[in-house]
Structure formats: C-alpha cells, structure tokens
C-alpha cells in the first residue's frame, strides 16, 4: 500500500540519516527514554530480509545512553492484526542478529522497539504505552529480583533491565 504522507518512519529513513540531523532524533529518544541517547549510527536493516515482508519499513539505530551502554533501537511502521507478534519476532532476531558466535549470553546488546501506530492496536485511551519483562511469583506474588552477584555480571540493578523493552505510539 503506498503512503500518500510523509510519515516518521519515512523521515529517519531518508532525512535524518546524516549525522547532521541526528539532533532532532536524538532529542526524540531522550524524551521517549527519559535518558540521554546519542545516536552512533543508523544501521542497514532492510538488507537482510529473510522474506518479503521480514522487518518491513524499519529502521535500527545503534545508540548508546546516559550509562555508556549500547542499545540497538527499532522503529517500526506497519498495519497488521498479529502486530504484537510481530515485534516480540523483530525483537528476538534482533537481539541474536547483533550477538556474535560463541559470545557469552551476558553480552547481549539491549532492544528497544518503538513503534509508530497508524492503526488501533487493541484497547486502550492512552496514546503511548511501554512494555517490559518481569517475573512474578505464583504463589507469594512477589517479583524475582537478581542477586548481588548477577548486579555485578550485568551490571543492571533489576531484572526488567536486562530484556526488551517495547515502545507503542499511537499517532492517529
């Protein structure tokens, strides 16, 4: 289906590929993030497509935040009703995609997904919604936190910090 307006996806895609616009998207992700990003470089990521529609209009954005730490960015457009799948997809082979053989699972690099919405996508009154991994008990209710000895492997102070996270926007 041809976009007849210009829309976010579009514009990283073909504007703020120069280092010289980087400002502006940055500025976006540290709103977003609710950290300081800066950008590293705008990676190629409709090159390796597996299938026609494999991480359609997407783009990644190697970043590294307040921390030093490097986070690889996705931002997606696309209108489909498996659309919730379809990131926890675009998420998992992203994550492998960057890990290198024989590299230890300690080193794998974080995702974030944000995703511009041009669709309703479930229920909901909110415009911008986050999701992320926690594990909870059964019985006690309580979270599963990391011991002092995986804070020091991860460095990170919770298990949440470790997996995806996953950004909806809503922008009709």
Avoid: C
Avoid at 24 to 43: N, R
Avoid at 84 to 95: D, G, H, N, P, V
Avoid at 122 to 140: A, M, R
Wanted: overall charge neutral.
């Amino acid at each position: 289906m041809k976009r007849k307006l210009i829309t976010f996806d579009w514009a990283i895609k073909r504007l703020l590929r120069s280092k010289a616009n980087f400002g502006i998207l940055e500025g976006f992700l540290t709103e977003l993030l609710k950290q300081e990003i800066t950008i590293l470089e705008v990676l190629e990521s409709e090159g390796n497509q597996e299938t026609k529609r494999d991480k359609f209009n997407r783009v990644d954005l190697k970043v590294r935040d307040n921390k030093q730490e490097i986070i690889i960015i996705e931002i997606q457009y696309d209108r489909e009703y498996d659309y919730l799948q379809r990131i926890f997809y675009s998420e998992s082979k992203t994550a492998i995609e960057y890990m290198e053989a024989g590299q230890a699972y300690t080193k794998i690099t974080k995702v974030i997904s944000v995703n511009i919405l041009h669709f309703d996508l479930g229920t909901g009154t909110d415009y911008i919604y986050k999701g992320t991994t926690s594990f909870t008990g059964l019985h006690q209710h309580d979270s599963l936190g990391l011991t002092d000895k995986q804070k020091k492997l991860f460095n990170k102070t919770s298990i949440e910090a470790l997996y995806p996270e996953y950004y909806l926007i809503k922008i009709n």
